[in-house]
C-alpha cells in the first residue's frame, strides 16, 4: 500500500503515523512516498491513500494516472469532497480496506497539451477535475475558439472557459453554473466563466472528440492575457494563437 500525506497540513502529517500503524496492524505492507518522487516508489504497490484535502487528491491521482493504481481519500482536514472516509473513521474502515472489501470506481481523466506554431510546449498533463483557461492579471475578458476535429463548437468572450470531467463538474465547472455529471458519464462538460452574452451556456460533448482551444484576439489591437491551469495546481500562460 502506497501512502502519501500532505506534509503542509499538520493534520495530516501527525494522522500519517497513525494510519500507517493501523494498515500495518492489519498485515499491510506500506510504502510511504510522494508524487514528486521517480515512478519506482509505487511498484509492486496494489493500492494507495492519500491523506489530506481534495488538493492532495488531485496531486496524487495525476501522478497514479499512468500506473492505473487504485486511489482512497482520507479527509484530514478541508473540504474533503473527493474522499471516501474521514480520518475519525478510518480505524473502523481499515479492516475492509485491508481485506480488499472495497468496490474501484473508475473515474476517467483529461489530457492536456499546449501548442504553440505545431510544437508542443507544455503536457501532456492529466486533469482529474478540469482544465481552466481563464484571463490573466489584468482580469480583462479574453476571447476563446474552441473547435472539435477542424469543426466549430463554440466562440467564447468571457473571463474564461472551464473543460471539466464528471468528476469535476462538481468543481469550479459548478460555480460557473455548469450541470452536474454522474461519474459513469463519458462525457467532458465545457463551462464558459462569467460570458458577456446570455447565449452562451455550458455545453456537454463526446468524450473520444478532442478540443482545441485557441486564444483569440478580439481587436487587432489587443494584447489579451491568459492562462491555463490543470487541476487548479499547474501550468503556464498562454499566447495568442
Not at 110 to 137: H, M, Q, S
Request: glycine share 10%; proline share 8%.
Amino acid at each position: 500500500m502506497a501512502l502519501v500525506h500532505n506534509p503542509d497540513k499538520p493534520q495530516a502529517v501527525r494522522a500519517l503515523k497513525s494510519v500507517r500503524a493501523l494498515l500495518e496492524r492489519h498485515g499491510v505492507k506500506v510504502r510511504p512516498g510522494s508524487p514528486e518522487r521517480s515512478a519506482s516508489w509505487i511498484k509492486g504497490c496494489d493500492a494507495a491513500i492519500a491523506i489530506g484535502g481534495d488538493g492532495t487528491m488531485l496531486r496524487v491521482a495525476r501522478a497514479l494516472a499512468p500506473h492505473g493504481v487504485p486511489l482512497l481519500g482520507v479527509n484530514a482536514g478541508g473540504l474533503g469532497y473527493l474522499s471516501a472516509v474521514d480520518l475519525d473513521d478510518f480505524p473502523r474502515q481499515v479492516a475492509r480496506i485491508a481485506a480488499g472489501r472495497f468496490v474501484v470506481e473508475p473515474r476517467w481523466m483529461l489530457a492536456v497539451e499546449v501548442r504553440r506554431r505545431g510544437k508542443r510546449v507544455f503536457g501532456p498533463g492529466t486533469a482529474l477535475n478540469d482544465c481552466v483557461v481563464r484571463c490573466g492579471d489584468q482580469a480583462r475578458a479574453v476571447c476563446l475558439e474552441v473547435e472539435s476535429l477542424g469543426r466549430f463548437v463554440a466562440s467564447y468572450f468571457g473571463d474564461g472557459l472551464v473543460v471539466a470531467t464528471p468528476t469535476g463538474s462538481t468543481a469550479y465547472a459548478l460555480a460557473a453554473g455548469g450541470p452536474l455529471l454522474m461519474p459513469g458519464v463519458d462525457a467532458p462538460l465545457l463551462t464558459p466563466i462569467c460570458p458577456h452574452s446570455l447565449t452562451q451556456r455550458p455545453v456537454v460533448a463526446p468524450a473520444d472528440h478532442p478540443f482545441l482551444v485557441r486564444l483569440t484576439r478580439r481587436h487587432p489591437h489587443d494584447k489579451p492575457q491568459a492562462l491555463v491551469a490543470l487541476d487548479g495546481q499547474v501550468g503556464l500562460r498562454l499566447k495568442v494563437g
